[in-house]
């Protein structure tokens, strides 16, 4: 599966759209990883608990985007972007979204 920021897939035509395919995970806090970003907090850096933890919802995602690609007969998902979203005090949404599409 090719996946593609860009509307083209370079040295490939597009034959057919097959639609719009999405991927997400909804993400909640842990309390081990709150305590610690509390205590980095006070002095500042990255949070790598919460780094981690993005990283493994956007790999779920692009896995799920790719699956509901697949079950549509896609060889590439085109224009693939990425948003967040608050669903609650202490959780987050991270939906990876693009265009399904053939390839000659």
Do not use: W
């Amino acid at each position: 599966m090719i996946f593609s920021t860009t509307e083209t897939v370079p040295g490939h035509e597009i034959i057919t759209i097959l639609g719009v395919v999405t991927g997400n995970v909804v993400q909640s806090k842990h309390i081990g990883r709150d305590i610690m970003a509390s205590l980095k907090g006070i002095v500042g850096g990255e949070l790598k608990g919460y780094t981690e933890m993005f990283n493994e919802a956007r790999a779920q995602a692009m896995s799920r985007l790719e699956a509901e690609a697949l079950a549509l007969g896609a060889d590439a998902v085109v224009g693939v972007r990425f948003t967040t979203s608050a669903i609650m005090d202490g959780s987050c949404e991270l939906l990876a979204f693009g265009t399904a599409v053939t390839l000659k």
